[in-house]
């Protein structure tokens, strides 16, 4: 769907006063924090996710259905504002997907200074990555894999040979589900200090949402509620977070905008005090 | 917490224009349809549940440490306006509560032409119901336990010996969970032709919800969404429905109201079409 011909309006309902924009002028005055940060040793990360009311972020395993076209139109503006899209691999896995912004969003990406396509970065601690099949629009040269040391170096070359950079990270433990994940504030460091991104957009899935929010990294959460109501077991309906208890957060989520279009909410949370 | 001493603020968001409100006045103007609806065979239904960012409706277990006062407050106007209040005996046995309204509400209850306590159901298939235990408040000839042919003879006489009034409705089979559950239709018509429900309130839990959802039994729902993250696994954190796929609703739920309060956001939503 092409933003040029779908013009549903948005109703800002907070802050106040309440005005009626364009899809394309929702998060037109969104600025995230970058270089002027204190410590500023990481990228500022951003989750974007969609859930029904009900609380599920998939239905039959894929969130792709549960959005309406407004919803897909923001999540395209919030990728033209940063300087890379995340997801983990079993996101990857359940459904086919691009990264990419579309071309008529370029020229706001370049008038702000960034690469004319965000960097598509794909966390992995498995091997099972179904790029060519799923992974619609990113030249290798603007793919970044995060594998684990537990990647079979026979995958790392194969990886290698699709022209995608590759990046092995740290392992860390997680003493609560006594599995292993990659240690997330290392690759966050990688993907300052090697490819100069201040903002991360994180789309998910589920579990690595958690642990990013677990392990305090994540500044920002979008989230879309849609007016649906999807019932299902587990298997295939995840929320949009997976693992264990959160602790509780010493400032809870701050309520920063709300946007309505038909009977579908966006909100804007901040997940971590200013000024970090 | 009393009403009388409690002041935070509400701010309207939707539909136009905003406007502050006390609590007390967030709901004041809901009016449920009754008596003038065609087909009146059964009770006008809202449900009320909370949930947190992450689509939970429950913390290790319990549902009551999620919400704000203002949440509390809320829930107890809710009540103050309907016939009855139902809840499953999963919720009453994992946690202690009342189904009551507080004094200062009983006023506004008799001049709306209802009785000065909403009618406490209970729906269950089982034979645990810790009455005594943790649930707070109804005076025997206040409450209502919906039983099926399951439930044993010995437990029916111990209910009816304790003054509360006992319907036996018919089970119907869930030919998707393969499990049963009370025909809530039949204790809908039930509720309505001896018990002169006119609305009913529905507070959970989300297996009693998705029943009501499902079986298209529904007509309203108040989501309150609380800004926090609460991960953990499925055990203990359950969403506001839980059991199989809902099918796609011809009107998917429409957004009536919205509310703000803190970080806390109080929706409405109308699950079917006006006038059935």
């Known amino acids: 769907m092409d933003g040029t011909f779908f013009d ?5 309902l907070f802050p106040e ?18 270089r002027d940060r204190p410590s500023a040793s990481r990228p500022y990360v951003v989750v974007n996710m969609i859930s029904s009311l009900d609380g599920k972020a998939t239905a039959s395993g894929k969130a792709g259905p549960i959005g309406s076209p407004t919803d897909r ?5 919030l990728r033209a504002r940063v300087d890379a899209v995340m997801i983990g691999a079993g996101t990857l896995r ?16 370049e008038a702000r200074g960034l690469r004319p396509q965000p960097l598509a970065v794909l966390a992995t601690g498995s091997s099972d990555l179904p790029l060519e099949a799923n992974l619609l629009g990113p030249s290798p040269d603007n793919l970044l894999v995060l594998t684990s040391p537990e990647t ?16 092995v990270v740290p392992e860390e433990s997680d003493s609560v589900s006594s599995s292993s994940q990659l240690d997330l504030a290392r690759a966050l460091e990688t993907l300052k200090e090697r490819y100069a991104v201040d903002v991360l957009l994180v789309e998910g899935g589920p579990v690595l949402n958690h642990t990013f929010v677990r392990n305090g990294l994540a500044d920002e ?6 007016p ?3 019932g299902g077991a587990r298997s295939g309906t995840l929320t949009i977070l997976e693992g264990p208890p959160v602790p509780p957060q010493k400032t809870g989520p701050k309520l920063i905008s709300v946007h309505l279009s038909g009977d579908e909410l966006f909100l804007r949370y901040a997940l971590r005090p200013p000024g970090w």
């Open 17 to 34: 006063p309440s005005v009626r924009l364009s899809v394309e002028d929702v998060y037109g005055d969104v600025r995230f924090p970058t």
């Open 152 to 167: 079979p170096e026979e995958c790392l070359t194969e990886l290698s040979s699709s022209g995608a950079s590759i990046e």
């Open 221 to 226: 959460l979008f989230l879309t509620l849609a």
């Open 94 to 109: 359940a459904e086919k997907l691009t990264l990419a912004v579309p071309r008529d969003l370029k020229a706001s990406r």
């Open 73 to 77: 139109l923001l999540m395209r503006a």
């Open 8 to 12: 549903e309006p948005v109703l800002r």
């Open 228 to 230: 649906k109501l999807l």
